[in-house]
């Protein structure tokens, strides 16, 4: 199969699909593949390292689009992008379709099969594709919080740790999945007063099992939400339901409630966020503020630390792009439940629950093409 890896175009988006250990192993199983010219330099990756690896450089984007059968890539395309999708091309890559009706039609109308990242599941409901970057986006949301409470940053001006005879910052963290757990070890080990708050009861409890001392669980509902918000500093969106929007926790209303100063990380923003009045921001225009509360919306925040992301990104993505090289999608899906869950848009047509509903766009069963 012929492989192509353009560079990412959105905002402060350095990481890259493919490493020159994975152009090897695609060579390995008697593939080709094409990279675009500086698309590994953010992530310390030159091209002359991709081409010892076996790959060839192409200089634009539109080359590696026109060329490839299979477009590997990090991040949903961009606008300028849509263009250049070919009918029936293979694109694995993040999509979170329930965050953008415009990328929905856009790919309906490509005729393009999409195989998201954050919808290839296990049968054990985990989401191979997504925890190593919600490992990464889940660290980072303590550190970018940390930041924002500073006052300069337009934050209350509190230290998440305290010091001797000062309280420490309380740091509510709303789901205790990957990006919670993350974000509770973090904020905990720099000795913030934690509660994660989370609907499962089997997740509370784990969780209350393996976090330490100054992390307390809580069940998530509108109640006790409203009477956290009320003394947190540091809020943490990190609720998913797989594919679909995500719910509003915090709703614009409720804001009046907190105090001046307190930050919002919305880490489920890329699902449309979980705190109603966050939109996606960039790396280079981060937070906004509204009613005197601070909002981080970054919808790539591993973008940020590439040389960290990349990796963790690849060393999960790679065996499931080998299959899909190997075989074929139609093959490799039929064989492979787990990527079939992948599959969101097909040849115009939405084969995603989470995605038909969000958009009220009808259903069709991706079993016709396996
Ligand atoms: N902004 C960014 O750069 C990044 C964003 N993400 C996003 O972060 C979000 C969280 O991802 P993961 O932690 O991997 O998901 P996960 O599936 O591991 O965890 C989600 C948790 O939310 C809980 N939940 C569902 N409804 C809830 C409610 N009403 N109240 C409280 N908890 C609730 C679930 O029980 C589950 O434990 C996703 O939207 C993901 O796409 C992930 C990586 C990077
Ligand atoms: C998961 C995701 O949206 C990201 O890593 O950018
Ligand atoms: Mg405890």
Request: charged share 20%; proline share 5%; aromatic share 6%.
């Amino acid at each position: 199969m012929i492989i192509g890896v353009p560079k990412e175009i959105k905002n402060n988006e350095n990481r890259v699909a493919v490493t020159p250990a994975g152009v090897a192993e695609f060579k390995k199983n008697g593939h080709t593949v094409y990279i675009q010219s500086q698309a590994g330099a953010g992530s310390g990756f030159s091209d002359e390292e991709y081409i010892k690896a076996g790959a060839s450089i192409l200089p634009t984007i539109e080359e590696v689009y026109a060329i490839a059968e299979m477009i590997c890539k990090v991040k949903e395309p961009i606008a300028s992008e849509y263009p250049l999708i070919k009918e029936n091309q293979l694109l694995f890559t993040y999509f979170h379709f329930a965050s953008s009706e415009e990328l929905t039609h856009a790919m309906i109308e490509r005729k393009s099969i999409c195989l998201a990242y954050e919808t290839v599941e296990k049968t054990d409901r985990s989401l191979p594709l997504l925890v190593p970057m919600s490992e990464v986006a889940g660290r980072m949301a303590i550190q970018e919080g940390a930041k924002y409470l500073e006052k300069p940053m337009g934050g209350r001006g509190i230290l998440l740790g305290g010091v001797a005879g000062v309280k420490p910052a309380n740091v509510l963290v709303l789901g205790g999945g990957i990006v919670g757990t993350q974000s509770a070890k973090m904020a905990a080990g720099l000795g913030a007063n934690v509660t994660i708050m989370d609907v499962s009861l089997p997740r509370l409890r784990y969780l209350e099992d393996v976090m330490p001392a100054n992390v307390d669980t809580v069940m998530s509902n509108e109640y006790n939400i409203r009477e956290a918000i009320k003394l947190s500093d540091l809020i943490i969106g990190a609720v998913l339901i797989p594919g679909a929007k995500a719910p509003h926790l915090i709703t614009r209303e409720m804001l009046k409630e907190m105090r001046a100063g307190t930050v919002l990380v919305d880490v489920a923003v890329d699902q449309g966020g979980c705190i109603e009045t966050c939109k996606p921001t960039t790396h280079e225009n981060p937070t906004f503020e509204i009613d005197g509360i601070v909002h981080y919306c970054v919808a790539n925040m591993p973008g940020a630390v590439p040389y960290t992301s990349t990796l963790a990104l690849t060393n999960a993505t790679l065996p499931y792009a080998i299959q899909l090289a190997n075989k074929g999608w139609e093959k490799a899906c039929r064989e492979n439940e787990e990527l079939a869950k992948g599959l969101n848009v097909v040849s115009g047509e939405v084969v995603y629950k989470g995605v038909s509903d969000a958009w009220g766009l009808p259903l069709s069963d991706v079993k016709k093409w396996l």
